[in-house]
């Protein structure tokens, strides 16, 4: 009887000793792949990865303050961008369950000074599920120039956009909106008599133990924040000031990856909300095809080779310099959690490098971004030059086209008045990537800018057919043939 006792403690110890070799390869590979990313240029943030629900990889790569060489760590915390939302709807769910909210009466009901014409059709569901139908704030014309940098009082802010058309019948189809979300903060304020801030601190952070996390203000002295810093090419510069009552409930939390861990480890739980309200998050509400949207996060499927689809909850953000992102895989508690203070950046791409990682499937190796070198020959030499560039590296496999890194490199040539170089940088993007409907939306942008009707018409056309959710372009298209 005593051998065969011994005999299991020994398989049981030799199945855990497997696992942690498994865990060691794989954070050891995950290591090596950001090491690289970071080394081209395409990653400075901190990351964690947890399998099983166990952390089996944290660390910080690059710098937290460049100008003081401060390097990035595990407790760096950074500006989390509309990974903020996730919280904001958990906190307004959790309203619902306490039977002081509902989510399908007007939004008019805690809101009476919204104006009703479009007050009395929209819901609090409609907000949190980006079908309210209402304008996204920061995509109104010159937004950063003109409101961005300015305080404003979550009232005050409302009467900016309250009372614009509706795009769309609330209910009727999806549009990403952070006016929705800034709406649900204020909501939040209106039930409790509390600040959005203070009642997040009460229902989320403090029960948690998120002492890393909370609302970020610009004037506050806060040990270990990142620096927010902007890439163009290969220059970086100090991201542009943002003033924090802006984004509010959809964009202005900060975080750290390990505080990260806490709240994923929790949403497992009833430590917040029932079994129930906490489904309620992670329900498809409405389909975008793929991914769909719940409350706070997209859901979606990701294919795990002979073992069929697997399921994926997650969410991106985004701030003046800040790119950021949160996927979880439930079915098996794992969690990537990467957060980078160099603005915008290939992290979805990261984010399936480490998934393939834990999954044990294949993966693309990172590669140089060719837009970094295009913006500094376009910049300093010239169209020609430019082109000649792209068709001596076009076909280097150390180098790869990412659509996103062209886009931005496109509207910093815009930006700059380089309109006749952004113009052939989004026409390198519509000859890669055919199929999408932004790169066209872009290459139509450019030479409206330049002064090419014809032209602008003829891709903000392409763009709608490919994408016909694309409301901008559409705007854009309706106002160019009216002239």
């Not at 794989?26 to 970071?38: D, P, W």
């Not at 994926?312 to 701030?319: A, M």
Request: charged letters at 25%; proline letters at 4%.
């Amino acid at each position: 009887m005593k051998k065969s006792i011994k005999l299991i403690v020994l398989f049981v110890a030799f199945q855990f000793s497997t696992l942690s070799v498994f865990a060691q390869d794989k954070a050891k590979q995950i290591e090596q792949l950001l090491s690289k990313y970071n080394e081209y240029g395409q990653f400075n943030g901190s990351a964690l990865v947890a399998e099983h629900g166990k952390v089996i990889f944290q660390q910080g790569f690059g710098q937290a303050n460049m100008e003081w060489n401060i390097p990035n760590q595990p407790d760096t915390k950074f500006r989390l961008g509309s990974i903020s939302k996730q919280f904001t709807a958990l906190l307004i769910v959790k309203l619902a369950e306490e039977g002081k909210l509902k989510l399908d009466v007007p939004i008019t009901t805690y809101l009476p000074d919204y104006p009703k014409e479009n007050g009395d059709k929209i819901t609090t569901h409609h907000l949190l599920t980006h079908t309210s139908g209402i304008p996204n704030y920061t995509d109104s014309p010159n937004f950063f120039k003109d409101k961005a940098r300015n305080y404003y009082t979550p009232e005050a802010f409302v009467k900016t956009f309250s009372s614009l058309p509706l795009e769309f019948t609330p209910g009727e189809k999806f549009s990403y909106s952070n006016s929705g979300y800034f709406l649900l903060g204020y909501i939040i304020e209106k039930v409790t008599g509390k600040t959005y801030e203070q009642y997040l601190q009460e229902v989320i952070f403090t029960p948690l133990k998120m002492v890393n996390s909370g609302y970020d203000h610009s004037d506050v002295i806060l040990k270990n924040r990142a620096a927010g810093y902007e890439r163009k090419g290969k220059i970086i510069t100090n991201a542009a000031y943002v003033d924090m009552s802006i984004p509010y409930a959809a964009g202005s939390l900060y975080s750290t990856v390990e505080d990260l861990y806490l709240w994923d480890q929790a949403l497992y739980t009833t430590k917040l909300l029932s079994a129930k309200s906490m489904e309620s998050l992670f329900k498809p509400y409405i389909s975008l095809g793929r991914p769909a949207y719940g409350y706070g996060w997209f859901i979606d499927e990701v294919d795990n080779g002979d073992k069929g689809k697997l399921k994926t909850i997650g969410h991106g953000g985004g701030i003046n310099g800040f790119n950021t992102i949160i996927s979880r895989y439930p079915s098996d508690k794992n969690l990537i959690v990467l957060l980078n203070n160099t603005g915008g950046t290939v992290l979805g791409e990261m984010n399936d490098a480490i998934c393939a990682i834990l999954y044990n499937q294949k993966f693309e190796q990172p590669k140089r971004s060719l837009a970094f070198e295009l913006l500094e020959t376009f910049s300093n030499k010239g169209t020609k030059a430019g082109i000649d560039s792209y068709n001596k590296l076009k076909n280097d496999p150390t180098y790869n086209i990412k659509e996103n890194d062209m886009n931005r490199v496109g509207y910093q040539l815009l930006q700059d008045g380089k309109k006749k170089e952004a113009i052939e940088i989004f026409k390198i993007n519509v000859e890669t990537f055919p199929k999408s409907g932004n790169v066209y939306d872009s290459l139509g942008e450019a030479y409206l800018a330049d002064g090419d009707k014809k032209l602008a018409i003829a891709n903000y056309t392409k763009s709608v057919e490919l994408d016909p959710s694309n409301e901008g372009g559409k705007k854009a298209l309706a106002e160019l043939l009216k002239k």
